[in-house]
């Protein structure tokens, strides 16, 4: 199953008022594998960009202002996604500014069925717990020290590691095949590999029962005891 977790940086944190999409980072994933794919841009919000949206990200107003517009990427990151299920943090949000985006450029906007929202899933595995990518990085052991500022490909990636451990770790790895394929511009191509046990003859299984000795040193063992629990 293929998937792409995506994040976005943005100017605010509402497109209806005038607030745009400045960044967006996706990573794919292939059967809760990431394949080394990845598709990542800036983009000219065409405004400025509001002091408290830069001090999260650290992308200012010069440093996009010769990014190329989303309109103009718009095919590119729509076949870089196709029609797998996106992926996000508060998915919500990024579905929001993503679509959007499309909508002012005339694109169709990309239907909710597809989304996939980490935030809902933590909150059912960790109800009462907090929530944020901070915390659920601690909370799996996921190293986060490069992390200085938000940046959407960065927190993609963390977010890949935090969606493994919520849909049930990395042990899931253990149930794939050994070697996984994508199609990748009409060739497919081995993205992976997935260590499996080697095939095996099969052996009966050996008796494991306490012999005369050890049940006899049990006996004595237990009749020891003074007012047991179960007595």
Not at 89 to 118: K, P
């Amino acid at each position: 199953m293929r998937e792409i977790v995506f994040d976005t940086e943005t100017t605010g944190l509402d497109p209806k008022t005038g607030d745009r999409m400045v960044e967006i980072g996706c990573v794919e994933m292939v059967n809760l594998v990431p394949t080394g794919q990845t598709y990542h841009a800036y983009f000219n919000p065409e405004r400025d960009m509001p002091a408290g949206a830069e001090a999260v990200h650290g992308l200012s107003a010069a440093f996009l202002s010769d990014k190329p517009l989303f309109s103009d990427a718009a095919e590119e990151l729509l076949a870089f996604i196709g029609d797998s299920p996106l992926v996000a943090h508060n998915a919500g949000f990024d579905f929001g500014f993503l679509n959007a985006e499309l909508g002012i450029c005339g694109r169709d906007a990309v239907c909710t069925s597809r989304m996939v929202d980490t935030v809902a899933l933590a909150r059912k595995r960790h109800p009462g717990a907090k929530l944020s990518l901070d915390a659920l990085c601690s909370r799996y052991g996921i190293d986060r020290s490069h992390r200085v500022k938000h940046g959407a490909l960065l927190d993609a990636e963390l977010l890949a590691q935090v969606y493994v451990e919520l849909k049930g770790g990395r042990q899931i790895g253990l149930e794939l095949a050994a070697e996984i394929e994508v199609q990748q511009g009409g060739a497919v191509e081995e993205v992976v590999a997935v260590s499996r046990a080697p095939d095996r003859p099969r052996r009966e299984p050996r008796p494991h029962a306490a012999s005369a000795a050890e049940l006899a040193r049990h006996r004595e063992f237990m009749a020891g005891i003074e007012n047991p629990l179960w007595g």
